[in-house]
Structures are given as C-alpha cells and as structure tokens.
C-alpha cells in the first residue's frame, strides 16, 4: 500500500479513483492542484464538480465507456477560480472485488493549447503577409499593363520589388519549417505521455499483485505458524513441564508470550482495517451514556487501583455509536493503563464548541509524554512508552484517528511528561455536516479510505 501510494503521489499527471456512480474514491495530490482545491475537498466529491457544465454530457459519455474498458477524450475542467482548464483524461477500468472501480489519468493541456494558439497565429500571420505580398505584386502588374512606358521606367523598381520578394518567400519558408518543427514536437510529447501513461498503468497493476502476494502471505504463512508455535509450546508445558527445569519452562513461557503478541498484532491490524471500511450506521445518540457505559465495562476488567470518572454534560450527537463507543474505549483504557502507577486514578471527559464542530477529550493525569513525538502518537506500532513499562500494540489510537476522519472529524494529543496528557477529537455540527453535504453532494459521513478496496483485500485474507 505504501509503495502503491508513492507511485501515484510521484505522478506528474493527476490521479483519480471513481466509484460506479463518479465520486471521487481517491485523487492524488496533483489532481487537486489541477483543479484548485485542497485535496479533503475532492475526495468524495462528484468529478462532474470539476467540469465546466457544458462539457459534462462529453464526461459522462467517456465514465460510461470507461466503466467497461479503456477510453480518451479531452474535455475543459473548472478551475478555483471558474477558470477553464483543457484536460485528456484516460479512463481505465480496474478490478476491485464487486465494487466498479474506474481510474483516470488527467493531464493539463494548457500549455500545448499555447502552443498551439501561437502557431496558428502564427500561420494566420504568415497568411496575411503572403495575401498583402500577393495584392502588392498585382497592383504592380496592373500598373505595368496600364502604361508600357511607366514599366520601362520602373523596370529597376520592379526588379527590386522581386528580390524584396524572395527575401520574404525565404522568412515565409523558414517560419514555416519552425511551425512543423514545434508541430513536430507536440506530437513528440503526447507519445511520451501515452507511454509514460502505460509505464503508471503496469506498475500500478504490478503493485496491485504483489499487495495479493503479500496479503496471501499473511494469512497462510503467517497466522498459521503462530497457531501452530502457541499450541505445541502448550502442549509442552502441560505434558512435559515437570521434567524441565525452571528455565526450561520459563523460555517455553516466553514462545507462548511471543507467539500470543504477535497474534495480538495481527488481530489490532484487522480491527484498524474494519475501522475504515465498516459500513457506517450514523443515527442520534446520547454522547454521555455512551461515555458512561464504555467506562463501566473498562473499569469492570481493571479495578485497581481506584479510578474515578469526571464527566461533563456532553451533547446529543449524530454519527455512529458503536464506531464511537470504540473511540472512547480505546482513549479511556489508554487513560487507565498510563494512570495505573498513581494511587488514585481520576480521568476527565468533556467538550467544547468550536465554529461548526464540537471537540471532545479525554484527559488523565498519568505518565504523560514529551510534545517532541507528539506526531507518532497516531501512527501505526508507533509507542513512546516500552512494553514493559505499559503493554499494548500501538495501535489503538490509529483505529481512534480513522474512525474520527470517518465521522470527518480530527484528532490531537497535548501532554506533559509525568503530568498526564490529553487526547482531544471533533465531530461536525449538524448545520456544518448539511453545509458539506450541500457542498460536496456526499454525505460527510458516509467518507472511507481512498484505497479501501485495496486494503479489503488484505483483510479478507486475514480473515480466512
């Protein structure tokens, strides 16, 4: 996935995911340049946004053709500022399970139409001088006929005239060799482009084989092993335990422990894969019974020591709760493991209001963390804390940042070492979710990962 993503990010020409009814799945960063708007603003966009109206019947007759095979056609896109903007796109459809799946290609045309333009004004230049060349030598020959004597005694004008006109004949030809040499090379770029266009396609399709190879490997060469270490290494201790020493039984304790974790990594990668393609379900809820009922259950499996919830009155919210309730899960038992070491547990939940989004957060006073590696706490594997000081995966916190981007939302973190931290994320009011589903025509919170079909392929082969 991360080679696929650097591929498409390197593209000079921009990149764009449709799904069967033409919202934008994914868009590379130069595709958003192209068209003027931040890259958040076009994905889940409908493409027909960046096209002048009356080019959009063109569109939809090349989305159509493209949906069953490959097609190109030139149509002028809307820019920032309403600005038209010459495109080729090459469509091309692609297999992403039984979802319809078509990419296109966009590459500016700008700078060939001023070429272009200057050579036809160029030749239209040229035309006039050869009509204005023409009319001057008739006018001359009229003038000749009409008085033999004013030919003789302009014989010497006349051959001046002709000189001045090879002369001229000579620019015409030599500006005529310069429009077909830049002809020529406009031809020259637009082959490149076409197989610049095919190099992308085969290494597209090429990443896209070794993602399956990859996703085969983990799930019959990988978890199968594991099973099988974690059960043998079982087997051992309950069968042949009494006859190892200490140390015997204890390295047999750390393949179980081992074996375990890394079973443990797999299942969190499944569950941050679920988070972002797991069909949305947003409905009204009462954020503070939600918060509650998640920390009942936490505290229920972790009573030492004492912990204490400190709850604000939350808001009535709208999205999905049982996506939700998993963020709360996850930023609430992170608060209970990093507090474990103080006597006396007490964790904070609260919101505030914030233009059109609502911020929530949670807030310990446990080990805290430096703000230097703020920007890893989000990442995949990513700890700032050692394994034996606080267990887990690095993990949990990826699933709360994508499934919060769902809800078109954000998340941060501020924290102090030994002061506790703070995790805070936002979820659009009702007025500002209307006002980007009026804008964009796709409902904010029905958004999922450009690049889900992709990864639920991967995951359907954890899965087996």
Not at 211 to 234: M, N
Not at 376 to 389: D, I, P, T
Not at 411 to 427: D, K, M, Q
Request: aromatic share 6%; with cysteine.
């Amino acid at each position: 996935m991360f080679v696929l993503n650097a591929l498409i990010e390197e593209m000079a020409e921009g990149a764009v995911a449709l799904s069967g009814e033409g919202v934008i799945l994914y868009a590379n960063r130069r595709f958003a340049a192209l068209v003027g708007a931040p890259l958040e603003d076009v994905v889940g966009a409908k493409f027909t946004r960046f096209v002048v109206p009356a080019d959009q019947p063109a569109f939809a007759e090349l989305f159509q053709a493209g949906q069953t095979g490959r097609t190109r056609g030139e149509i002028l896109g809307r820019g920032a500022d309403g600005t038209p903007v010459p495109l080729i796109l090459s469509f091309s459809r692609l297999s992403a399970g039984s979802r319809a799946v078509v990419s296109v290609v966009v590459s500016d045309q700008t700078e060939a139409r001023k070429k272009m333009d200057s050579l036809i004004l160029l030749r239209d230049e040229l035309t006039g001088r050869v009509a204005r060349e023409t009319a001057s030598l008739a006018l001359r020959n009229e003038e000749l006929l009409a008085s033999r004597l004013a030919a003789l005694n302009m014989m010497e004008d006349a051959v001046a005239s002709a000189e001045e006109l090879k002369t001229s004949n000579e620019d015409l030809r030599r500006q005529i060799v310069q429009r077909e040499e830049a002809e020529e090379e406009v031809r020259r770029l637009n082959a490149q482009l076409e197989e610049r266009v095919l190099l992308r396609t085969s290494q597209l399709e090429t990443a896209n084989r070794e993602l399956e190879a990859f996703s085969y490997s983990v799930s019959h060469d990988l978890r199968a092993p594991l099973r099988a270490i974690d059960g043998f290494a079982k087997m051992l201790l309950e069968n042949y335990g009494p006859r190892l020493d200490a140390e015997g039984n204890r390295l047999l304790d750390v393949v179980r422990t081992n074996a375990q974790r890394m079973g443990q990594l797999i299942a969190d990668l499944l569950s941050l894969s679920r988070a972002g393609r797991q069909e949305m379900k947003s409905v009204r809820f009462v954020m503070e019974d939600l918060v509650r009922t998640a920390w009942e259950e936490l505290v229920a499996q972790d009573p030492e020591p004492p912990a204490e919830l400190c709850i604000q009155a939350l808001r009535l919210e709208y999205g999905d709760p049982a996506l939700i309730r998993q963020v709360f899960m996850n930023l609430l038992s992170n608060a209970l493991k990093f507090s474990s070491k103080r006597e006396r547990r007490i964790v904070e939940v609260g919101c505030n209001d914030s233009g059109g989004e609502t911020a929530y957060f949670v807030k310990d006073h446990g080990a805290g963390f430096d703000m230097r590696y703020v920007g890893k706490v989000f990442g995949v594997f990513q700890r700032l804390h050692g394994q034996a000081e606080f267990p887990g995966t690095g993990v949990g916190l990826s699933i709360v940042q994508r499934i919060v981007e769902r809800h078109g939302g954000r998340v941060w973190a501020e924290s102090e070492p030994g002061a506790g931290a703070t995790f805070f994320f936002t979820l659009p009011r009702e007025e500002e979710r209307r006002r980007r589903t009026a804008a964009t025509g796709v409902e904010a919170t029905s958004g999922s990962s450009p690049i889900e079909g992709i990864e639920s392929r991967f995951v359907a082969a954890l899965e087996r």
